[in-house]
């Protein structure tokens, strides 16, 4: 099962977003259905309207279809952020070593570099993105907005992506259970690998919003992510959204 390919494909769109969030989109293809997400009404559209304005939309219809409408405009910034899979490593990276740095080494000993997805071989960059992709679709649901018609949109966009029927299964068996931050972090083998899991998270919810914001401080919890590791976390997107 090869989820590197599917997790880029999904970053790397939230470059589409912020364009179409800039230009007020109303091209054809990815940059009409998410110009028509980003700049209909406030609240939710139907599962037909979604589906009919996502139609070959391909990755940034995905991700779109898990941020929501309205969540697109309002997280589109923080999803520019991460140019894709490699971005997130290295701002991962750089939040880990930050911290790292802070803490006191035992006799005189330097930090021992961060192994972050970004830095791996491709068998530990596979598990890592395995486990970044769980915790992006749990962030997703964070809010309760993934009703399950726009559930079986959305396994039909991300299908389109991961030609992988294990792939395929795997998707469907995440995106249709309960919501739980214990099991998305029992995917964390590495604390490199729940920093990246955390910030993926970030990128994913509205902070605003207490159910989501709840979802985090849960499952920074569940991660057993040092105070001031998350918020160094935390600050590295901000930084980098403010940016963009």
Do not use: C
Request: hydrophobic share 40%; proline share 4%.
């Amino acid at each position: 099962m090869n989820t590197r390919n599917l997790l880029d494909q999904l970053l790397k769109s939230g470059q589409d977003l912020l364009q179409q969030k800039s230009a007020g989109g109303a091209s054809s293809g990815l940059g009409g259905a998410l110009g028509g997400l980003l700049g209909g009404g406030a609240g939710k559209s139907s599962g037909s309207d979604l589906g009919s304005m996502l139609k070959g939309a391909g990755g940034g219809a995905a991700l779109a279809m898990l941020l929501g409408n309205k969540r697109v405009r309002k997280v589109g910034g923080k999803v520019a952020v991460y140019g894709g899979l490699a971005a997130l490593g290295v701002l991962a990276y750089k939040a880990y070593g930050n911290w790292q740095a802070q803490q006191p080494q035992q006799g005189g000993a330097q930090p021992v570099e961060p192994q972050t997805l970004d830095r791996l071989p491709a068998p530990q960059a596979e598990q890592h993105s395995h486990a970044i992709l769980k915790a992006l679709v749990a962030a997703a649901k964070a809010d309760g907005h993934v009703d399950e018609r726009e559930r079986q949109l959305i396994e039909e966009e991300l299908g389109k992506l991961a030609q992988d029927a294990e792939l395929q299964a795997w998707l469907h068996a995440e995106l249709n259970k309960p919501l739980d931050p214990a099991d998305v972090a029992r995917a964390a083998s590495t604390p490199e690998m729940a920093a990246e899991m955390y910030l993926a998270s970030v990128l994913m919810v509205d902070e605003e919003h207490f159910m989501e914001r709840a979802y985090l401080e849960e499952l920074a919890r569940q991660l057993q992510l040092p105070p001031a590791l998350k918020s160094e976390l935390e600050a590295q997107v901000r930084l980098e959204a403010a940016r963009v």
